[in-house]
């Protein structure tokens, strides 16, 4: 199992079993709400659990989909789809364990001139579903 929370500590959570190897997202939207860029794990809503959600809110980012934010301490923590979700993106800085990272999307997007990962995947857009087949086994 993985912990993760805030960084109030007023929004917790835990995973289980799996999650998707870390994707660093550069689009425009991760930019305002991150920094310059994002760095979010991912997994089915069966192998997470929120422990505490007191101070949690959600901002709808887009047509389709939120992001989930600590309302005392400003930390940025999940994406999710709106309607129908069956998984969530989780901020990897939340963790308390280290997820090995497997590649960036919205790299067309990229703002910042450090290099990061430089031998990793890349994605001009989404890597259309492609990386949510490289899953970290949680021991
Ligand atoms: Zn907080």
């Known amino acids: 199992m993985i912990q993760g929370s805030c960084l109030c500590k007023s929004v917790a959570f835990k995973i289980y079993k799996e999650t998707r190897k870390a994707v660093i997202c550069h689009c425009t939207m991760c930019q305002k709400?991150?920094?310059e860029f994002s760095s979010y794990t991912k997994t089915k809503l069966s192998n997470f659990k929120?422990?505490?959600?007191s101070s949690l809110r959600w901002y709808h980012?887009?047509?389709n989909y939120r992001r989930g934010f600590c309302f005392k301490c400003g930390s940025s923590l999940f994406f999710?789809?709106?309607k129908d979700a069956i998984d969530i993106a989780i901020s990897t800085?939340?963790?308390k364990k280290n997820i090995s990272t497997i590649g960036h999307i919205y790299y067309?997007?990229?703002k910042s001139k450090l290099i990061i990962g430089k031998n990793?995947?890349?994605?001009?857009k989404s890597s259309n579903g492609i990386f949510d087949s490289y899953l970290f086994k949680i021991k």
């Open 33 to 35: 709400s991150n920094g």
């Open 50 to 53: 929120l422990t505490q959600k």
């Open 61 to 63: 980012s887009s047509k």
């Open 80 to 82: 999710q789809k709106i």
């Open 93 to 95: 800085g939340s963790l």
């Open 108 to 110: 067309q997007d990229k």
């Open 120 to 124: 990793l995947k890349k994605f001009k």
